[in-house]
């Protein structure tokens, strides 16, 4: 279940990871209500969110090719340290109450343009810490401890906003990264594997989608993601909408649904974690167990049975995702995997800028269940759609992978001679003088 966390490294990263996420979930959670502060708008709620990820939603494959050319890690002290550079801007606007809608725009525009590179270096960087063999546990445990980060960050995020106020949630986000910037300086080179960076060239970008769309084990659950990304993981959007328009709370209440969902993404998680290598086919029973979670989410009479759905929410979420980034990376070659989960990045996050207004504009005005309804209902029609063709590629791969029979009595690959010639190798070997060549037994 733990196993890759007994490499040094990855160790370091995955509590780095830790409290950073847990700062950035406080910060997520300020933000939402920032901007239902000054707006009352669910629409500008999916907007804001959307221009968060506008960057990577039209340039998140540059990305990729980015973090196959460069060496990830310091790609990631750069990008964690601009990172933590918003976050304190925002507090600073936010305490002193400077904060305009249009500064939430432009921070987030910020966050999103660095995410373009921090994303796929992050995501790809995992392979560099660990053995193949335990690259399945890694990426399931980086996905453990985003949702870990969910529960603490989210709970305290939504306690400090509602009874501190909302400058400290960025404040403490600003801080955790720290966090990492701490874990990468005291990493030791010398026990990295660091892939093959590829050469600068030319329509690289290109080479990356032809690669994608040529190979059904890395396109199908790129489709897949894309259509649930966009409508089912909006609940930046979806759940900050269902707490105050449907239950009547505020950022408590948000916080404590956001934690409750999380819970289940560590249970989830860990299980996933302790499973062998994944088949293709498990995304797809994935993703139908999930859509059904969210339906029964969107359809909860009251709050405790709302939590109680989103504990499921939160197992299928993260089985689900660690599931598809397993797949991507165990089936993409290094030298593409920059590329392949900048398109993961595209696809689950950037997809966002498309979702986000369109859950918000959905939740305003048909009602705040009906945020969660049109991502469940696309979730398990993408399950039940896809199953068949990764079934396919299931049973193709267990073909590759069984080996010939042997025949009952195989015929040696080099049959002995009738007349072996001596065994001269425990001999002293005596060279002709005149041509160099060693003299034949018998030979004069």
Known sequence: MISSLRQRNYRLFFFGQLVSVAGTWMQTVAQSF???????SGTQLGLTTAVRFLPMFLFGPLGGVFADRMDKRRVLYVTQTLSGLLAAAFAVLVGTGSIRLWIVYLLALSLGFVNVFD?????????????????????????VSMNMARVFGAALGGVLAATIGLALCFTANAVSFAAVLISLAVMRKSELFPAARIPRRKRQVRQGLRYVRSTPELLIP????????????????????MATKVFGGGAAAYGVMASVMGVGAVVGGLISAARPRPRARALCLAAIGWGIAILAA?????LPVELAALVFVGYGSITFNSLAKTTLQLAAKPTMRGRVMALWALAWLGSTPIGGPIVGWVGQDAGARWALVIGGLPTVLCGILALPALARIDRRG???????????????????????????SD???LMDVTTGEPLLPGRS
């Open 298 to 302: 969107a359809a909860a009479p009251n």
């Open 119 to 143: 994303n796929p270096a992050r995501q790809s960087f995992i392979s560099e810490m660990v053995t193949p063999e335990n690259l399945p546990n890694a990426v399931t445990l980086n996905s």
């Open 398 to 424: 267990s073909r590759e992978e069984t080996p010939a029979p042997a025949p009952d009595n195989p015929a040696p690959d080099n049959p002995a001679p009738d007349n072996p010639a001596p065994d001269t």
């Open 34 to 40: 920032v901007v239902l502060d000054l707006t009352h």
């Open 427 to 429: 001999q002293d070997v």
């Open 222 to 241: 790129l489709i897949m993601i894309a259509v649930i990304g966009t409508l089912a993981w909006e609940f930046q959007v979806s759940l900050p909408l």
